[in-house]
């Protein structure tokens, strides 16, 4: 989308204060800079640049009576104590309808070097939640295109969902595929401590001209420090949480919430907080749910904020701190399997171990009782899988695992299956459930 200049030019002018705060850089030890003079008027959050051989830039994680603690967002090669450091005014973003097909920074600027627009209202990027009194509740059932979640796995307005997988087995695809086919006005997508390369081929390739046409990307690679990851995390959920204000339905894509605690640990640490479980300090989970609550239904003449968070979960342990803590917060859970992808099943979804906290209501009597029919021969299969492969199961030993086995390879494959609607997903399922095994092949 064309940019003009005096709309670039007039942001910038906005954004310029006409009061600075001066301090100097006292001590620079590990990463952290010790800044003297800005005590008072700092807060934790705030933004400061360093003037020394370059400028270079941080965020404050902690402050005492005669000092702040600053994390660099770059190198602090050439910084030397004496350097001045100026208070930048409150981190915040302000985003327009014109960001929708970019690729944005966590500074909120366009990162192919375009002119960035600045929108009318500044979205700050820790705000209080919606009050839980105000909220609606989950809107209706969203078409996604893809069989396995507009049936078994459905997603509503304003749910929050966890995808659960470990690294290769799909996350960035599936994503992908949901900003490409997910009913919604706008899509933000945060691509938080990924691969430049991934990045690229994310947006360029996976997305396609469709799903970039009503996407906003934040991006923040994998060599970001992690304030700058944090920051642009939560430049997306602001983004966001503006589009909901204007009555749209949006779709937030966030890959990957573990990234962003693993940011949080960083910054908790080097501040001074005591580690718990595997390093991760308390204030992990307050962080993770302050972030969930920002999203979901909308109050009486808002939008709502449709999320999907991908987690990391290494060796599919989902007892994992990360894994735990989500999975206690969001209205579902979403798991990706290695064995299933290794077979070539994707959405390598595991029906059984995911589930989809808007059911049974976001179905009707009819669609839940096929649904109960087809997870019991799932699960019937499942149990006998060992027997089944290794050819002990003894045909006619138990009906419906018999009965599982005839139409495993009809369910198996109806889960990888796209449809133009719920309905037409739903009316697939009931052939290959029904007792008619020519209407199953079809």
């Known amino acids: 989308m064309a940019i003009g200049l005096a709309e670039a030019v007039k942001g910038g002018v906005e954004s310029l204060s006409p009061v600075k705060t001066w301090g100097s850089v006292d001590a620079i030890n590990g990463g952290v800079i010790r800044i003297t003079g800005i005590s008072r008027n700092a807060r934790i959050g705030d933004r400061v640049m360093f003037q020394g051989s370059e400028r270079t830039f941080g965020e404050i994680i902690a402050i005492a009576e005669s000092e702040a603690l600053a994390m660099p967002d770059s190198g602090i090669a050439g910084m030397s104590p004496g350097d001045r450091a100026y208070l930048c005014p409150p981190a915040s973003v302000r985003p327009c309808s014109a960001w929708i097909g970019e690729v944005i920074s966590s500074d909120g600027v366009f990162l192919n070097g375009a002119p960035t627009p600045k929108g009318e209202r500044r ?43 470990g690294a290769g ?32 081929d994310f947006v360029l390739d996976s997305m396609g001209p469709e799903g970039r046409s009503r996407s906003i990307v934040f991006a923040s690679t994998c060599d970001d420090p992690a304030p700058t990851k944090r920051r642009c995390a939560l430049s997306a959920v602001a983004a966001a949480e503006y589009f909901r204000d204007q009555g749209l339905q949006v779709l937030l894509l966030f890959d990957s919430i573990t990234r962003y605690a693993d940011a949080h640990r960083e910054i908790a640490l080097t501040a001074g907080e005591t580690p718990s479980l595997r390093a991760y300090p308390p204030s992990t989970f307050r962080e993770l749910a302050s972030l969930a609550e920002r999203t979901g239904p909308g109050i009486d ?49 595991n029906i059984r171990r995911s589930v989809s906290r808007c059911l049974p209501h976001a179905a009707t009597a009819e669609e839940n009782k096929l649904l109960l029919k087809a997870r019991n021969l799932i699960a019937a299969y499942d149990e006998s899988s060992a ?18 086995i005839e139409i495993w390879p009809h369910l198996d494959g109806f889960i990888s299956d796209e449809y133009e609607s719920i309905s037409a997903s739903f009316e697939r399922l009931d052939k290959i459930l029904g007792d008619n095994n020519e209407a199953a092949s079809m």
């Open 123 to 165: 979205m700050p990027l820790a705000p209080a939640g919606v009050p839980a009194t105000k909220r609606r509740g989950l809107g209706e059932r969203l078409n996604t295109g893809l069989a396995p979640f507009d049936t078994f796995l459905p997603i509503c307005k304003g749910q929050r969902i966890g995808i659960f997988a």
């Open 169 to 200: 087995v799909g996350k960035s695809s599936l994503i992908a595929t949901l900003a490409n086919k997910m009913a919604a006005d706008v899509v933000i997508i945060a691509l938080i401590g990924e691969r430049s390369r991934e990045v690229r």
């Open 301 to 349: 003449g808002a939008g709502d904020i449709t999320a999907l968070f991908t987690v990391l979960v290494a060796g599919s342990d989902m007892e994992e701190p990360i894994a735990d803590m989500v999975r206690s917060i969001l209205d579902g859970h979403f798991i990706l399997e290695r064995e299933i992808a290794e077979r070539g099943r994707f959405p390598a979804v």
């Open 387 to 404: 027997m089944i492969q290794t050819g002990l199961y003894a045909a006619g030993s138990n009906p419906t695992v018999d009965r599982a």
